[in-house]
Antibody
Framework: EVQLVESGGGLVKPGGSLRLSCAASGFTFNNTWMSWVRQAPGKGLEWVGRIKSKADGGTTDYAAPVKGRFTISRDDSKNTLYLQMNSLKTEDTALYYC?????????WGQGTTVTVSS | DVVMTQSPLSLPVTLGQPASISCRSSQSLVYSDGITYLNWFQQRPGQSPRRLIYKVSNRDSGVPDRFSGSGSGTDFTLKISRVEAEDVGVYYCMQGTHWPTFGQGTKVEIK
């Protein structure tokens, strides 16, 4: 069974940092592009960014609101995806989902909540 | 960025009746390979999103055949032939042809 389990969310002050993790199982992780999508409380879905498989270059792309502050990485030996979030703003408060694919997004985790507040 | 505009934003439906959601993009979603990367997602209350439809009209495994997707270019539609109670939730279109963007969501509720 394909499964994605996010962790690492929590409460952080504006300007702070947080690293989210996504543990993947049930599919060939190292061949799969991966994405992060977020959802602010009571709002819609917002694509955060993606990372290609190493075979496709391993490069990353980011949405404008997070570019330069967020970094997506992967450890294929651990089947784990990461989202390093720096210089956090109150508007980054959201439920963060890990998903498979770069745009197809067929499988989603349950999400982990990030709250940025003083 | 490509703007995805859904309508209506709220859709009260009678059980057993059809429902239709429109999604329009600010640019053509036909990629250079000729494929249109338009997905539809369902988010039931308290749950993660679930993909229903990919590349305009392809149903994901396990998705009931009462769901169908259609459209081309900049104009797309998700139809539910007969709404059931389990269909309550928010539906999002999403394009992957350009930098991925989602529509605002359409809330489907039972009258």
């Amino acid at each position: 069974e394909v499964q994605l389990v996010e962790s690492g969310g929590g409460l952080v002050k504006p300007g702070g940092s947080l690293r989210l993790s996504c543990a993947a199982s049930g599919f060939t992780f190292n061949n799969t592009w991966m994405s992060w999508v977020r959802q602010a409380p009571g709002k819609g879905l917002e694509w955060v960014g993606r990372i290609k498989s190493k075979a496709d270059g391993g490069t990353t792309d980011y949405a404008a609101p997070v570019k330069g502050r967020f970094t997506i990485s992967r450890d294929d030996s651990k089947n784990t995806l990461y989202l390093q979030m720096n210089s956090l703003k109150t508007e980054d408060t959201a439920l963060y989902y890990c998903t498979t694919g770069g745009w197809e997004l067929p499988v989603w985790g349950q999400g982990t909540t990030v709250t940025v507040s003083s | 960025d490509v703007v995805m505009t859904q309508s209506p934003l709220s859709l009260p439906v009678t059980l057993g009746q059809p429902a239709s959601i429109s999604c329009r993009s600010s640019q053509s979603l036909v990629y250079s390979d000729g494929i249109t990367y338009l997905n539809w997602f369902q988010q039931r209350p308290g749950q993660s999103p679930r993909r229903l439809i990919y590349k305009v009209s392809n149903r994901d495994s396990g998705v009931p055949d009462r769901f169908s997707g259609s459209g081309s270019g900049t104009d797309f539609t998700l139809k539910i032939s007969r709404v059931e109670a389990e269909d309550v939730g928010v539906y999002y279109c999403m394009q992957g042809t350009h930098w991925p963007t989602f529509g605002q969501g359409t809330k489907v509720e039972i009258k």
